[in-house]
Each structure stands twice: as C-alpha cells, then as structure tokens.
C-alpha cells in the first residue's frame, strides 16, 4: 500500500483565496483525521470522520473550514476564504479502527502558505 | 481539559547513550500514543499504549495509569534517531479528542 496520500505537498495562495486540500487514506481504513501543525499551537485536531460520518468536528476553528468524505477513499479540507494565520502544515492521518484506539498512519502533509 | 506535559523539551545525547523522554498528563485516559517527527517532516506513529509496556526495536514505552506518567526510553541511541517525539493522549470521557504534548526535540550527536 502506499500509505496516505495528501495533495498538494506545497501550496501558496493569496489571502481570500479558497484553498482545498486533499487526502487518501490507506484503504481498508476506518478512519481518518485532520491534524494541523503550527509553531506556536504544535499538533492540532481539526476533525476526524470514522466510516465516512464527521464525529468530531470541534477542533475546526471556525466558518472558513470544511472538510467533507464523500467516500472511504477521499477526504477533502477546504479554506475559504484563506487568510495569512491559516498558514500551517496540514496533515491527514487514517487508522484501521474507532478513534485513537489503533495506531495512526500520517500522510506526508501540505505545507500552506498564505500571504 | 487534559493538559499534557513533556520533560525535558530539548535533549541532546551522545550516541550509544540511553534517552528517557517523559510524559505527564492531568485526567484519565483510555490511550496514550507516541510519535515521531522527523526533521523532514513526516510523523510516525511509535506507540500506543493503554497499560504496561511496549517494546520495538531499541525503542521502550511504558505507562503508569494510576500515577498518569508514561516513558519513552531509546536504548544504544544513535544520530539517526534525533527528531521530535510527542506525546499525545486520547481522554476517557472525552468521547474522540486527541490532546498532544508539545514535543520533545531529541539531537544524538556521533
């Protein structure tokens, strides 16, 4: 398998552009996560879906972020509209079982840069 | 709100030398999980523990639930081994939040 793949790896917007990133978690995965890293905060939980269905969503910071799974292979996290304090390596992270009960597997990341 | 504490932040160690990287938390859990980040970037999963001991490799991770205390040991440590480990615990009564230290940045020197 080829682990989790997330897309882009690199991206920079400008502010008020809406950004969309996104994520394959490994197949045969129940669940998947998106984590966003900072200086300042470190790892952040933005929201984790467990068989498609969002179960826990309060770690997204506000209207600006979305995430949808449409199926058990792709995951989306958008941003509209960017601003310069979004700017943050975003990583996707999937997991065989329920929640944190089983080991995670992350993706590479995409680094964000909004001016 | 668990807060999670991790000691020491910054370590520096020859290699060969034996690493302890500790983890401290506040209100009960169900799971604990240790990572590993690479200077790259990229964040491994080591361990997940919700009692005892765990062991791969040179790496050791242990847990004392009633003294809510885990330890990430690194035997014979070498060069290749220097990168962030974080702790990161899964509340009990949380129902699904993930909260996460805030890493401990290791450097082994040759």
């Known amino acids: 398998d080829a682990g989790v793949i997330q897309s882009p790896r690199h991206e920079v917007t400008e502010m008020g552009q809406e950004v969309t990133l996104r994520c394959k978690p490994i197949?045969?995965?129940?669940?998947l996560f998106w984590y966003r890293q900072t200086m300042m905060r470190g790892l952040e939980l933005l929201i984790y879906?467990?068989?498609?269905?969002?179960?826990?969503d309060s770690g997204m910071p506000e209207d600006r972020f979305s995430a949808k799974m449409p199926n058990a292979s792709f995951s989306t996290l958008k941003i509209q509209p960017s601003e310069p304090r979004d700017s943050a390596v975003y990583f996707c992270a999937s997991s065989p079982g329920r929640g944190w009960a089983d080991t995670q597997y992350f993706g590479p990341g995409t680094r964000l840069t909004v001016l | 709100k668990n807060e999670v504490e991790q000691s020491p932040q910054n370590l520096t160690a020859q290699e060969g030398e034996f690493i302890t990287i500790n983890c401290s938390y506040s209100v009960g859990i169900s799971a604990l999980h240790w990572l590993q980040q690479h200077p790259g970037g990229g964040i491994v999963s080591l361990f997940m523990l919700s009692s005892g001991k765990k062991k791969h490799g040179r790496l050791i991770a242990t847990i004392n639930i009633q003294e809510k205390h885990s330890s990430l040991h690194i035997t014979a440590s070498h060069p290749r081994d220097s990168a962030v480990y974080i702790c990161?615990?899964?509340?009990?009564?949380?129902?699904?939040?993930?909260?996460f230290g805030e890493g401990t940045q290791l450097t082994v020197n040759p």
């Open positions: 990161a615990v899964d509340e009990e009564t949380s129902g699904s939040r993930l909260t």
């Open positions: 879906f467990n068989n498609n269905v969002p179960i826990d």
């Open positions: 197949s045969g995965h129940n669940s």
